[in-house]
């Protein structure tokens, strides 16, 4: 906070203000939080999609670093299998294009989990490189193969929000809320009962602490990081579509904001823990719809109130070493 404020003043303006409206104006200010609340839960539902998939490796060691490539990817396919209908109207096209999203997901992330298994390929640059692969898809799906006939040339599909039976509709009329927020509230409870109260969860965190514990206990692991590595991609997926579908509304050069690399984020943030996975990705959130609000406001660049964010999380996990480790002066 102290170096964001130092940060704000160069730029000429009170960081009082600057903070102020970050972080309170959203939350309590009459004119601001009708409609930033439901934002930060519009914008905090696929990190917490994310950050869940991502915590499931993460418990077991393994480190799935290309979830962004993975949103894409499901955006890409679900938006591809509904778009190659449109115009027909059906009740079926909204499930079957969520269902594909998934896939998407889950197929892109079957290449680390299949290298990984088979020759012992690091997790962490294979999914990492099949981002760049997945940019480049979407580049092409903008300005080729998904390009809106209608769209005068330019570049980007057709706007499913304006396609009823792809659309991603608002649960509650006039926020914005879908469901995709909802989804990422019911996979909190999901993940909490995985993790603590199933015999997958106790795998997960026995192959995480002691490999070698895990393999003497008859269990295979090549089956527990293809299921870690497939969980996160389809929620990465998942998120993808629903993101598509929804606030984004098309598949453009643009879609992919960075929520998959902010998700790894806000996963350590939350300790890998579901209910601390929840208020992380919520309180991320929250950075987003204030910054907007004092790029908006106070006229700041969008390029500091990233370095603020930046910031933030960096002095945030870095409290981990005064949690994890003590300094303890040697005497002579």
Same mark, same amino acid.
């Given at each position: 906070m102290?170096?964001?404020?130092?940060?704000?003043?160069?730029?000429?303006?009170?960081?009082f $203000?600057?903070?102020k409206?970050?972080?309170?104006d959203?939350l309590?200010?009459?004119?601001?939080?009708t409609?930033?609340?439901?934002q930060?839960f /519009?914008k905090?539902?696929p990190?917490?999609?994310i950050a869940?998939?991502l915590?499931?490796?993460?418990k077991a060691?393994i480190?799935n670093?290309?979830a962004?490539?993975?949103?894409?990817m499901g955006a890409?396919f679900g938006a591809? #299998?509904?778009?190659?209908?449109y115009?027909?109207? @059906?009740?079926?096209?909204?499930?079957l294009?969520?269902?594909?999203g998934? $896939?998407?997901g889950?197929?892109?992330?079957?290449?680390? $989990?299949?290298?990984? /298994?088979?020759?012992n390929v690091?997790e962490?640059?294979v999914?990492?490189?099949?981002?760049?692969?997945a940019?480049q898809?979407?580049?092409l799906?903008?300005?080729?193969f998904?390009r809106?006939?209608?769209?005068?040339?330019f570049?980007?599909s057709?706007?499913?929000s304006?396609?009823?039976?792809?659309?991603n509709?608002?649960?509650?009329?006039?926020?914005? /809320?879908?469901?995709g927020v909802?989804? @990422?509230?019911?996979m909190i409870?999901?993940f909490?009962i995985?993790f603590?109260r199933h015999s997958?969860?106790f795998?997960i965190k026995l192959l995480?602490?002691s490999?070698?514990?895990?393999? #003497?206990?008859?269990?295979n692991?090549?089956?527990?990081?293809?299921i870690?590595?497939t969980? @996160?991609g389809?929620?990465a997926?998942l998120?993808?579509?629903?993101?598509?579908?929804?606030p984004?509304?098309?598949i453009?050069i643009?879609?992919?904001?960075g929520?998959?690399f902010?998700a /790894?984020?806000v996963? #350590?943030l939350?300790?890998?823990?579901?209910i601390g996975?929840?208020?992380?990705?919520?309180?991320?959130a929250?950075t987003y719809v204030g910054g907007?609000?004092?790029?908006f406001?106070l006229?700041l660049? $969008?390029a500091?109130?990233q370095l603020?964010q930046?910031?933030l999380?960096f002095f945030?996990? @870095?409290?981990?070493?005064?949690v994890?480790?003590?300094i303890?002066?040697?005497?002579n």
């Amino acid at each position: 906070m102290l170096i964001g404020g130092i940060l704000f003043y160069f730029l000429g303006v009170d960081p009082f $203000a600057a903070i102020k409206m970050i972080f309170w104006d959203p939350l309590m200010s009459e004119t601001f939080s009708t409609y930033s609340i439901p934002q930060i839960f /519009i914008k905090g539902a696929p990190l917490i999609l994310i950050a869940l998939g991502l915590s499931v490796g993460f418990k077991a060691n393994i480190w799935n670093i290309g979830a962004e490539g993975q949103y894409i990817m499901g955006a890409i396919f679900g938006a591809s #299998f509904a778009l190659s209908l449109y115009p027909l109207e @059906s009740a079926f096209i909204f499930p079957l294009m969520v269902f594909i999203g998934i $896939a998407g997901g889950c197929l892109w992330s079957l290449i680390p $989990a299949i290298l990984k /298994i088979r020759f012992n390929v690091n997790e962490i640059l294979v999914s990492l490189m099949l981002v760049y692969v997945a940019e480049q898809i979407l580049a092409l799906a903008s300005l080729g193969f998904l390009r809106n006939p209608d769209g005068a040339g330019f570049p980007g599909s057709r706007n499913l929000s304006q396609y009823p039976s792809a659309s991603n509709s608002e649960l509650i009329l006039g926020t914005g /809320i879908h469901l995709g927020v909802v989804l @990422s509230l019911f996979m909190i409870v999901f993940f909490y009962i995985l993790f603590f109260r199933h015999s997958l969860g106790f795998k997960i965190k026995l192959l995480g602490s002691s490999p070698k514990a895990y393999s #003497f206990s008859g269990q295979n692991p090549n089956k527990l990081i293809f299921i870690c590595l497939t969980l @996160s991609g389809g929620l990465a997926g998942l998120a993808g579509i629903m993101e598509v579908a929804g606030p984004a509304g098309q598949i453009n050069i643009d879609f992919n904001v960075g929520y998959g690399f902010t998700a /790894i984020i806000v996963a #350590f943030l939350g300790r890998l823990n579901p209910i601390g996975i929840l208020f992380a990705g919520l309180v991320m959130a929250l950075t987003y719809v204030g910054g907007e609000l004092t790029q908006f406001m106070l006229n700041l660049p $969008a390029a500091a109130i990233q370095l603020f964010q930046g910031m933030l999380l960096f002095f945030l996990l @870095s409290f981990d070493l005064f949690v994890y480790y003590k300094i303890r002066l040697r005497g002579n």
